[in-house]
């Protein structure tokens, strides 16, 4: 039996990782999408502070927004998937318990990501006006 729910933490451990790695490659992806944007902004007169705000308030407003569907959507799933497991494996007594560990964990992480994406974004915002808005255009002065 313990076998049994190892193999199945593993499973779960290997779709946390694939996500963080999706949120990675998601991250990355963003930021080089984001340049151009980003240059316009400063052009027309948005100040490096007005910036900063505006990139944490949009990830801290993600963070929350995920950690918000992952208890709303996710709690009510995971209690009868339990009971369920519990019963297919001869356990009928199996209680659900919150994974506090595995929540902050989770929320660890996307504060992590959301500090990660803007301080990569944070790159390149003092560069020459004209540097910034060629960037995207694949061209150089």
């Known amino acids: 039996m313990n076998l049994l729910f190892g193999s199945l933490q593993m499973l779960s451990l290997l779709i946390l990782l694939f996500g963080i790695i ?53 709690i009510p799933i995971a209690i009868p998937v339990s009971k369920a497991v519990g019963i297919l494996f001869g356990m009928p007594n199996l209680s659900y318990q919150f994974p506090t560990m595995q929540i902050g ?23 020459a006006l004209i540097n910034r808005t060629n960037a995207g255009n694949g061209m150089t002065f």
């Open 22 to 74: 999706n949120l990675i490659n998601m991250t990355l992806s963003n930021h080089q999408a984001r340049k151009q944007e980003i240059s316009t902004l400063r052009s027309v007169g948005l100040s490096l502070k007005q910036l900063y705000r505006s990139l944490i308030t949009e990830g801290l407003l993600y963070v929350l927004v995920s950690f918000g569907i992952v208890l709303l959507v996710g």
């Open 105 to 127: 964990g989770y929320l660890l992480i996307l504060i992590l990501f959301t500090v990660d994406s803007f301080c990569m974004g944070n790159t390149g915002f003092e560069k």
